[in-house]
Each structure stands twice: as structure tokens, then as C-alpha cells.
């Protein structure tokens, strides 16, 4: 069985291609045009073992928002395909990851029902290099979330640096999500009472 999900967006903003292997090795290509979120992007193929392809063009003439928005939409439809019937992960996990003096809390349900809980320090620097608005990052576990209908709580009790505020969560997500989709030996089938999710 593979679990590989490839997604083809475009809209009169973006042209986005997103393929991932949750089996994978970590092995990541991503070119958005926005420096900084290829370099969450990397993060969450890295430190999720998954391959990861991402090549979007956008309206950055504008500003980042739609390269962004849809980008995370493709790569939480692509996660969602890949999962195929979930049958065997383990579901639940969660991963506590520092980054200096930022800590960031992830936990996931691989439920089949989106919800988003996101808390960040606040008076957060508003940019992170020229592209990367600070508010994005809620809206990145919005879109992703809503698309691969899985629940998502993010926690950033303390931090200073945004930079490292916003990539804590990353690699935290990215830990997260690869121990929920691991294969749990004890799981038969889909592991929920509702033979579904």
C-alpha cells in the first residue's frame, strides 16, 4: 500500500502542485516564492519523514495571502488523499518542541472533523522578512485543517523571537502529524467506534 496524495490547484491567483508521501524519508522540494514559508514548508516534510513536492506560482505582485491560502488548502487536500481509509494509524498524538526561548505544543486527532484551536504570544513582530505576515500562520492551520479534516490544537505558551515562534510550531506539527498516521500494530481497522473517520 502506498499512501500518496498529489493535488493540482489553480485559480485566477495560483497555480499550486502538492504531492506527499507519508511514508517517505523527509526528502522535500518547495518553491512558493515566499522564502519564509518554504522554509516551514521544509520543516514539516523534514521533521515529518514525509516527501514533499510544492511548486506554487502566485499573485505575489499583490502580496503573499493567495500564494500562501492556497498552497496550505492543496497540501491539506493531498495529506487527506494520502491518508486513504486510515485504517490502522494511530490517530492521536501530540509533540512538545523548543526552539530557544519559544515553546510550542502540538496535538492532533486525525478525526475526520476539522477544528482548529490556535494560541500564540501575543504582540508578535507582524513580519517575518519581507513576505511572511505573522497572521498567516493561523490561517495556514485554518486551510490545512478544513481540508484535511483533522483536529489540530497549537500552543505557543512563551516565545520571543517570531521567527522562532512560527517555525516551533512547524516542526511541532510535523511531529505530531507523522506519529498520528504511524501504523500502530494494535490497531485493526479503522480506529474509531464509528468504524469511520
Known amino acids: 500500500m502506498t499512501r500518496k496524495g498529489r493535488v493540482e490547484r489553480g485559480t485566477s491567483e495560483t497555480r499550486v502542485l502538492v504531492e506527499i508521501d507519508l511514508d517517505g524519508t523527509g526528502q522535500v522540494d ?18 515529518g519523514s514525509f516527501d514533499l513536492t510544492v511548486k506554487t506560482t502566485g499573485d505575489l505582485h499583490i502580496d503573499s495571502h493567495h500564494t500562501i491560502e492556497d498552497t496550505a488548502i492543496a497540501l491539506g487536500q493531498a495529506f487527506r488523499e494520502a491518508l486513504g481509509d486510515k485504517a490502522g494509524i494511530r490517530r492521536f498524538a501530540d509533540a512538545s518542541i523548543p526552539l530557544d526561548e519559544a515553546l510550542a505544543q502540538v496535538t492532533v486527532d486525525v478525526s475526520g472533523r476539522p477544528y482548529l484551536v490556535h494560541v500564540e504570544p501575543e504582540r508578535m513582530a507582524p513580519m517575518i522578512g519581507p513576505e511572511y505576515d505573522t497572521t498567516m500562520t493561523r490561517h495556514v492551520f485554518e486551510s490545512f485543517v478544513a481540508n484535511a479534516r483533522v483536529a489540530l490544537h497549537v500552543h505557543v505558551p512563551y516565545g520571543r523571537n517570531a521567527h522562532h515562534i512560527v517555525e516551533a510550531q512547524f516542526k511541532a506539527l510535523a511531529r505530531a502529524l507523522r506519529d498520528a498516521v504511524a501504523f500502530d500494530p494494535k490497531v485493526h481497522g479503522v480506529p474509531s467506534t464509528k468504524g469511520a473517520l
Not at 30 to 45: C, E, I
Open 30 to 47: 518547495v518553491a512558493t516564492g515566499v522564502g519564509f514559508f518554504d522554509h516551514m514548508l521544509a520543516q514539516l516534510g523534514k521533521h
